[in-house]
């Protein structure tokens, strides 16, 4: 569904008696129900509707508010510092999970904002350019201002092609934005480029905030705790469905191998403005024989998309999921080896997971281990290869 529907906020709602769902065993522990609803949670990270159009190609900023309101410490040790680490691994993640999408990093401050990163597919290079600026514990200060930061992100992704998915992850601390404008002229852009805005605010719900993020099909969650804080950002991991109104085409890559270079050894392309050193090893663009020290990477030359086979089959395990595996219930006293791990589950004290296509017992944790991070199954692998 195109169309965000609006849900009731806690108190609109009906009375909701939420200590229902945990429930007593025969010793009157608790401790089984609650691991049963945080097991639950993780698992919905799992499920991946197939069938559904998703944007393999992301090109996405990330805006972090600067102000003074990211010096209050609700979140241990400051709001700063508690983003800043949980930003390194949603980093990570993201490369990992979207190996040939890129991503940018705004910071807004002082009612102004600053691209401290362009676009690019180097993890290395966000994490260090986030480090020197949002990683200094004097570097918050002002006030936050969001159609600034809104403004630098739209002037870099109106000229992208239109198979892409582009997306602005806003991270707020404030409760109010400093804009030189009016905010609607904005969000008019964002919907005319295809452009999805959402945001994970650290104190509450602003209702600017909430339309913004409405308006351009993306998500607005508060959060709890660092926590909850995690979590939503590892839901946005993963790509978004494309909206209908979006082209599909076809994408030119290349696919060069590492060679070393005979002397006169030179630098690499994506370090030369940098003053980088000579090496003899590197990524040779098959069309115009730029050097690249890693990959993938936009060629610098001729703009051709330079990525590994494994690249584009880790980014294509989005589009067909693993079937969901088969929770069964065992006799008490019977035993089950976990193809996973190679460890005996404990019945009936631990979940035993089948599947259905290689006939191989799982525990909880390689479940969603396979399903939220392997993305094969190690039995159904396994069974490929015997046929071979």
């Not at 639950?40 to 559904?52: C, D, F, G, I, M």
């Not at 030119?252 to 002397?263: C, D, I, N, S, T």
């Amino acid at each position: 569904m195109d169309e965000t529907e609006v849900k009731e906020y806690r108190w609109e709602g009906g009375y909701e008696k939420t200590w229902e769902e945990v429930k007593e065993d025969e010793g009157g522990n608790v401790e089984w129900s609650v691991k049963e609803i945080i097991e639950k949670s993780k698992r919905l990270l799992a499920t991946r509707q197939p069938n559904v159009r998703l944007g393999m190609m992301r090109h996405l900023f990330v805006i972090v508010d600067s102000s003074n309101s990211m010096v209050e410490k609700d979140l241990k040790p400051t709001r700063q510092l508690c983003t800043y680490k949980l930003l390194q691994d949603f980093i990570q993640d993201y490369f990992d999970q979207n190996p040939i999408s890129q991503l940018g990093l705004i910071t807004t401050r002082n009612s102004s904002a600053e691209r401290i990163s362009e676009l690019s597919g180097n993890r290395k290079y966000h994490l260090e350019e986030l480090k020197k600026t949002f990683g200094d514990f004097n570097y918050c200060n002002g006030l936050m201002s969001v159609q600034n930061s809104l403004e630098i992100a739209l002037s870099v992704m109106k000229m992208l092609p239109s198979h892409t998915s582009k997306e602005i992850l806003i991270i707020g601390s404030s409760l109010s934005s400093c804009d030189p404008g009016e905010i609607n002229t904005s969000i008019e852009m964002l919907k005319t480029h295809n452009i999805r805005v959402s945001m994970i605010h650290l104190a509450a719900e602003v209702r600017m905030f909430r339309h913004l993020c409405n308006e351009t099909k993306g998500k607005h969650n508060v959060i709890v705790d660092d926590v909850h804080f995690k979590h939503i950002l590892w839901s946005l991991v993963e790509p978004v469905p494309l909206p209908n109104s979006v082209d599909a085409s076809c994408v030119k890559m290349g696919f060069p191998q590492e060679l070393e270079q005979k002397p006169p050894f030179t630098t690499c392309s994506c370090h030369l403005a940098e003053g980088g050193k000579l090496n003899a090893k590197g990524f040779f663009c098959p069309q115009c024989n730029s050097k690249y020290c890693e990959l993938p990477v936009e060629c610098k030359c001729c703009g051709l998309i330079l990525v590994s086979s494994l690249h584009l089959a880790r980014s294509l395990h989005h589009l067909v999921p693993i079937k969901p595996f088969i929770k069964i219930e065992l006799e008490e006293g019977s035993s089950a080896y976990c193809y996973g791990c190679r460890k005996r589950i404990k019945v009936p004290a631990e979940n035993v997971y089948f599947c259905e296509s290689c006939k191989k017992h799982y525990c909880d944790g390689c479940d969603i281990y396979v399903h939220n991070t392997l993305h094969v199954c190690p039995g159904c692998a396994v069974k490929r290869d015997e046929k071979r």
